[in-house]
């Protein structure tokens, strides 16, 4: 999912001096992450099973944020253009630096970045690969073993790693590379918060 010129410009957006700049330009990259995963996602959603995995916002549709990777550099100008709103606290092992920044117009973005651009860390292997762009798109889920062994049999696509794992704030995330009719691929985050397990 390397960033068109459109994107490019809309991640450029983000760092805008005004605010309603930064809000349209949130938005419309909340929309195209959106409208990937709801074409990833199309016929497995309509499963009676899977509907009850998922966190469901107003419009029927799983709560969602969606991942931009980006360059230090440009990391670091978003997050001055927001804010500087707190780091998530990401566990060690993982290559990212992050933050999710909620705008007033309902887009929910996460920024990332790589800790160390030069490793082989999948926010660095996504940014040699692909430049800034949507690198992922999160879903909350209720129970994301429950949601991962669901999907595995819908979409018949392992998870990328074979157990939850902990994600940033301390979450529990796993991970299913969906593929898209285009050819191309979407990364998809499962992600259930802290209290939504009980």
Not at 50 to 77: H, K, M, S
Request: hydrophobic share 45%; aromatic share 6%.
């Amino acid at each position: 999912m390397s960033a068109s010129p459109e994107l490019a410009a809309l991640i450029r957006g983000l760092c805008d001096d005004d605010s309603v700049n930064r809000q349209q330009a949130a938005l419309e990259i909340f929309a195209r992450g959106r409208e990937l995963a709801g074409t990833a996602l199309a016929n497995v959603l309509a499963a009676s099973d899977v509907a009850g995995c998922f966190v469901l916002g107003a419009d029927g549709f799983p709560l969602a944020t969606v991942g931009i990777a980006v360059e230090p550099a440009t990391f670091d100008r978003i997050r001055g253009a927001v804010g500087s709103p707190r780091l998530a606290d990401v566990p060690p092992e993982q290559d990212a630096v992050e933050f999710e920044v909620d705008f007033p117009n309902g887009a929910k973005l996460d920024i990332l970045t790589s800790r160390d651009p030069t490793a082989n860390g999948a926010i660095a292997r996504y940014l040699q690969r692909s430049g800034e762009g949507i690198q992922q798109v999160e879903l909350q889920v209720c129970d994301v073993d429950r949601a991962t062994e669901i999907l595995r049999r819908h979409w018949r696509v392992d998870p990328v790693y074979p157990a939850t794992r902990a994600g940033a704030d301390g979450t529990r995330v796993n991970f299913f590379l969906v593929p898209l009719a285009s050819g191309s691929k979407v990364l998809i985050e499962l992600v259930e918060a802290r209290a939504a397990k009980h």
